[in-house]
């Protein structure tokens, strides 16, 4: 499940629930009706009512909505002179009378639209001192449940004896948080929900940009590191009420969580699992580590050693890399066993083959790894390049040079070799790392990032690279855009699509990889033959594998096309048609024309000549790899400058798509962006510049006291 979080595993148990919402939920700033947020919690709490959750509805808003209506009233029925006079707060028990009534009517008007029946239920704190009361209170909401009625609570403000909250120690509750715990206690529910207008808990005001959301709550951990900003804008309560009532209500038992009543879908996702808000559970203690390891702290970590990495000379950096070669191969067979024991585990699971061939870690993959990281590591010293110098003026030299980027994020799937490029990449740029790989590789990754952050010196820090080993953890990271600079995904479609979707931070990568071979009439055929069948069939679960095959018109009447087919089906490729090729030939229809098949399949489609071609491609390709075989040099070059991919080819397999075969030592990825990198990423795409002047003591006034030249220079 999308960001399941292991902790919130008991909400499968759950069927009774308590959601508390707050004032500041219930009313805009100007203290009228939040109708829209009211009406979205109504609709999420049907959905829970059809799954057969009993929902019971604890409701602030009342005093506040009154108060707002009668100063309006107040306002209206007042002569100038009168508003020239000090006014009197008004009476909060009027306030809370006017305001339950409007605020129990909305609630009916909302649910009546929804074709939910609601209940109202006013309490007072003596209430819950007579022992008949409050079992005639379970009863009558065991009662209203049953019937699928929506039991609504609310305080009576408006008749309650009570003092000022916390000023009465006899009290029973203070305000609608503790009566929620309450309630939640008395009414045996399995879950209470407080709804705030923040995400959660931070361990500081939620404004201050260096506050953490705090995912789940450990009184040992958190009680002493949070800072309480200012109470509620409009309530009794704040976060210090719903803490305390959420700490009474764990420790009796009852799980609590507080989340934003202004999130779409949160009650939702809270009982699908997914890590929201900030969970208070009596076992809390035991789930997570009191030293856990924040995602931030990495980020920072990471960060830092980055910064003293940079600081090292370009031999010390080549030596780290060296030493990384030499490790991984001293511990192949250390690697092989975690490997061999993720793709068991794999195969047992049922997963399909192509995801299981580029999980496979064998002794020539480690080698040629080794021997990259080599490659890379004798590649010219790519920081602080100077790639253009300007004389501004005489004795003002102006250089552009070239600088990391910073903190990377890389996240990937079932590829563990993934992890040794990238992290050699980011050490020879001098990048700080964070890597989120598959839990089907979970073995497979520990082992390497344990190899090679022991070959990391203590003068740069093994933090230099961290491993994030939950995937709970990634809306967070996610969340980093002052820490982290880029991120790159590196899996399926999904997979990019969500985190592009999901962040500020930049993205580099691409979603697809549907590749296309075009042969043309003049093409020499023998050698089209060669090319076709090793971009399908080289490794067909790389993105750089053929996809689609285009075939000009001519070479169907001359029966290449049958025979290319012939070939393919020898080698175990299923071919699907596209509307032209699979009327003519007598083939499956292609279920889509922008498919990635990753795998042995692929799409044959007729075309009438290399316009037609670069039409196709440009329409239903994904901008990553696209060759033409032809004879005709001029066709060859209409499609190189036409097709707008990020690698094109003539006369040679896409396959040849790949860091290290274009002499980049390894990739990050292949990008399909058009800022920044594009094509398969190397070193260079993990850099950007930055500027060094160099003066002898020039000043600008007002541009009197300098005679420009800009001059180039050659660097």
């Avoid at 305001?99 to 239920?121: N, R």
């Avoid at 916390?166 to 715990?181: K, M, R, T, V």
């Avoid at 020499?524 to 053929?546: F, H, R, S, W």
Wanted: hydrophobic share 40%; with cysteine; proline share 3%.
């Amino acid at each position: 499940m999308e960001n399941a979080d292991p902790c919130r595993d008991f909400v499968k148990d759950v069927k009774r629930i308590v959601i508390k919402v707050g004032t500041a939920v219930v009313t805009r700033q100007d203290g009228r009706l939040a109708v829209g947020k009211l009406g979205a919690l109504c609709e999420q709490i049907k959905e829970l009512n059809i799954l057969g959750y009993e929902v019971i509805l604890v409701s602030s808003g009342a005093v506040g909505l009154g108060r707002q209506r009668l100063r309006y009233r107040k306002l209206i029925h007042s002569s100038f002179a009168d508003l020239q006079k000090p006014q009197v707060e008004l009476d909060g028990k009027a306030c809370a009378a006017v305001g339950q009534s409007s605020l129990m009517a909305t609630y009916d008007d909302l649910f009546s639209q929804l074709d939910v029946t609601s209940a109202q239920l006013l309490v007072t704190d003596n209430d819950f001192r007579d022992r008949d009361f409050r079992k005639q209170l379970s009863e009558t909401v065991k009662s209203l449940l049953s019937l699928k009625v929506i039991p609504i609570f609310n305080e009576n403000d408006a008749v309650s004896t009570r003092k000022a909250p916390y000023e009465d120690s006899s009290g029973i509750f203070w305000d609608n948080d503790s009566l929620s715990a309450l309630l939640a206690l008395e009414l045996k529910a399995d879950l209470l929900i407080l709804l705030s207008d923040v995400d959660g808990l931070y361990n500081g005001p939620p404004s201050d940009p260096q506050s953490k959301l705090i995912h789940t709550y450990i009184k040992e951990k958190h009680q002493n590191e949070i800072t309480f900003g200012d109470k509620s804008r409009v309530g009794r309560g704040g976060m210090t009420a719903k803490v305390t009532a959420s700490v009474h209500a764990a420790d009796a038992g009852i799980p609590v969580i507080i989340t934003s009543g202004n999130t779409a879908e949160n009650l939702t996702k809270i009982l699908q699992g997914q890590r929201i808000g900030t969970l208070f559970h009596k076992d809390a203690a035991k789930w997570v580590p009191l030293k856990e390891v924040d995602v931030r702290e990495m980020a920072v970590a990471a960060r830092d050693c980055s910064r003293r990495l940079q600081a090292a000379s370009s031999e010390e950096r080549k030596h780290i890399l060296l030493n990384i070669a030499d490790a991984l191969e001293s511990h192949q067979k250390e690697i092989r066993i975690e490997n061999e024991a993720d793709v068991a585990a794999a195969q047992e699971a049922g997963y399909e083959k192509s995801l299981v061939a580029r999980l496979a870690l064998k002794n020539e993959k480690i080698t040629g790894l080794a021997n990259n990281i080599r490659i890379i590591a004798n590649m010219e010293d790519p920081i602080g390049r100077v790639l253009k110098r300007t004389e501004l003026a005489e004795g003002l030299i102006l250089e552009k040079t070239s600088s990391p980027l910073g903190v990377l994020l890389i996240v990937f799937e079932s590829r563990p070799d993934a992890l040794v490029q990238i992290a050699s990449l980011a050490i020879r740029s001098g990048n700080g790392l964070l890597l989120k790989g598959g839990k089907e590789a979970k073995r497979s990754n520990a082992i390497l990032h344990k190899v090679i952050t022991e070959a990391i010196p203590d003068t740069v820090g093994s933090k230099l690279i961290g491993l994030v080993t939950s995937r709970a953890e990634i809306p967070e990271l996610l969340k980093l855009d002052d820490v982290i600079d880029l991120v790159i995904p590196r899996g399926s479609n999904k997979l990019v699509s969500d985190i592009k979707s999901s962040t500020k931070i930049p993205v580099l990568g691409h979603a697809d990889g549907i590749c296309h071979v075009y042969v043309d009439k003049s093409a020499n055929l023998e050698m089209a033959k060669q090319i076709v069948l090793d971009a399908k069939t080289d490794y067909p679960a790389g993105c750089n594998a053929m996809e689609t095959l285009l075939v000009h018109k001519d070479l169907v009447e001359k029966g290449w096309i049958n025979n290319i087919i012939v070939d393919l089906r020898t080698e175990g490729v299923t071919i699907y048609g596209g509307p032209k090729a699979s009327s003519l030939l007598a083939i499956p229809l292609a279920r889509s024309l922008h498919h990635e098949y990753c795998s042995l399949a692929c799409t044959v489609e007729i075309v009438d000549d290399v316009y037609a071609a670069i039409g196709h491609i440009n329409l239903y390709g994904s901008a990553h790899t696209d060759s033409i075989i032809t004879e005709d040099h001029e066709v060859a070059d209409v499609f190189l400058r036409q097709v707008d991919s990020a690698a094109v080819f003539h006369n040679a397999s896409t396959r040849f798509s790949d860091g290290a075969r274009f002499g980049l030592g390894a990739e990050v990825g292949i990008s399909t962006s058009r800022i920044h990198a594009r094509g398969p990423v190397g070193v260079d795409g993990l850099l950007t510049t930055r500027w060094i002047l160099k003066g002898s003591g020039q000043v600008v006034d007002g541009d009197k006291a300098v005679s420009y030249t800009h001059k180039d220079i050659t660097p």
